[in-house]
């Protein structure tokens, strides 16, 4: 061990998290800027392959969130461990004031440089955002099973419309061929027209029709709806994700970059406010 910088150059830390934050600062800057489709083609429907993939979408957020929580966990726990397991090969004996017990600080008690070393990098991980990280990817997970659960909504009501279509369109040619009547065309049957010559015993279909109508009306209004929920919740919570992961990166790389300080200093500079470090009293 040559010193606080020589043992952060050589273990590439910086270097990683410079890449990492440069990457995510790239990615954060892309989705703010994308540009996405505002209204719905009339003609666009919602296929199983659209569910399957939003499922999908669903399960590799909910598995990046484990391996990130786990990933963050195992560095903070291998700190803690190395950390603690010097701090035991220190002779110390706490210092009481009136005020109270005096914060420990290898520094003050003239440890080598290593436990110095990590003993911040102990207390920078204390600050480093990862559990917001993690909560955020949560919430893009749920935010997309929404999405799954109303693509699904979307089915059931294409479904019942369809459905109810095909049932007008049995029940016209029954009555037609009962009255023998020919049956109106599917333009006419759409805009409600139909042969002045089916009389009172077609009544019931007229009303049944305005039913198929209502029910087609409401299924692409929710289509709509869908649209613009998927739209609006991918381009927030991914917005907020890439966000995340950028000032994780920056204070991150912010933190190992004041670990690089020499352990002779009174005391490490200090990022925007969001990172601090033990400091000699």
């Given at each position: 061990m040559h010193g606080r910088k020589s043992f952060m150059r050589k273990s590439r830390f910086i270097r990683m998290w410079r890449v990492m934050f440069d990457c995510h600062r790239i990615q954060s800057r892309i989705i703010s800027e994308a540009k996405f489709q505002g209204r719905l083609a009339a003609s666009v429907t919602l296929s199983e392959s659209h569910r399957k993939a939003t499922r999908q979408l669903e399960n590799e957020l909910r598995n990046w969130q484990m391996c990130f929580r786990n990933w963050s966990e195992a560095q903070k726990a291998y700190v803690q461990a190395l950390n603690g397991w010097l701090l035991k090969c220190l002779h110390y004996e706490p210092e009481t004031t009136p005020d109270g017990i005096v914060p420990f600080s290898p520094r003050r008690v003239g440890a080598p440089p290593v436990f110095i070393i990590c003993n911040d990098w102990f207390h920078a991980f204390e600050r480093i955002p990862a559990s917001v990280v993690v909560e955020t990817i949560g919430k893009f997970a749920a935010e997309v099973s929404e999405v799954w659960n109303r693509q699904d909504e979307e089915h059931h009501k294409r479904r019942r419309a369809e459905m109810l279509a095909r049932d007008l369109e049995r029940r016209v040619k029954e009555e037609s061929k009962l009255h023998g009547i020919q049956p109106p065309s599917d333009k006419k049957l759409e805009s409600g027209t139909g042969q002045s010559g089916i009389g009172s015993e077609l009544k019931s279909i007229d009303s049944f029709r305005r039913q198929v109508e209502q029910e087609n009306t409401k299924h692409r209004e929710f289509l709509q709806e869908t649209h613009d929920f998927t739209l609006n919740?991918?381009?927030?919570?991914?917005?907020?994700?890439?966000?995340?992961?950028?000032?994780?990166?920056?204070?991150?790389?912010?933190?190992?970059?004041?670990?690089?300080?020499?352990?002779?200093?009174?005391?490490?500079p200090q990022g925007n406010g969001e990172i601090s470090y033990i400091k000699d009293t």
């Amino acid at each position: 061990m040559h010193g606080r910088k020589s043992f952060m150059r050589k273990s590439r830390f910086i270097r990683m998290w410079r890449v990492m934050f440069d990457c995510h600062r790239i990615q954060s800057r892309i989705i703010s800027e994308a540009k996405f489709q505002g209204r719905l083609a009339a003609s666009v429907t919602l296929s199983e392959s659209h569910r399957k993939a939003t499922r999908q979408l669903e399960n590799e957020l909910r598995n990046w969130q484990m391996c990130f929580r786990n990933w963050s966990e195992a560095q903070k726990a291998y700190v803690q461990a190395l950390n603690g397991w010097l701090l035991k090969c220190l002779h110390y004996e706490p210092e009481t004031t009136p005020d109270g017990i005096v914060p420990f600080s290898p520094r003050r008690v003239g440890a080598p440089p290593v436990f110095i070393i990590c003993n911040d990098w102990f207390h920078a991980f204390e600050r480093i955002p990862a559990s917001v990280v993690v909560e955020t990817i949560g919430k893009f997970a749920a935010e997309v099973s929404e999405v799954w659960n109303r693509q699904d909504e979307e089915h059931h009501k294409r479904r019942r419309a369809e459905m109810l279509a095909r049932d007008l369109e049995r029940r016209v040619k029954e009555e037609s061929k009962l009255h023998g009547i020919q049956p109106p065309s599917d333009k006419k049957l759409e805009s409600g027209t139909g042969q002045s010559g089916i009389g009172s015993e077609l009544k019931s279909i007229d009303s049944f029709r305005r039913q198929v109508e209502q029910e087609n009306t409401k299924h692409r209004e929710f289509l709509q709806e869908t649209h613009d929920f998927t739209l609006n919740s991918l381009r927030t919570s991914l917005k907020n994700v890439f966000e995340q992961i950028t000032q994780f990166t920056a204070i991150s790389l912010k933190s190992y970059e004041e670990l690089s300080v020499q352990p002779g200093s009174q005391s490490l500079p200090q990022g925007n406010g969001e990172i601090s470090y033990i400091k000699d009293t």
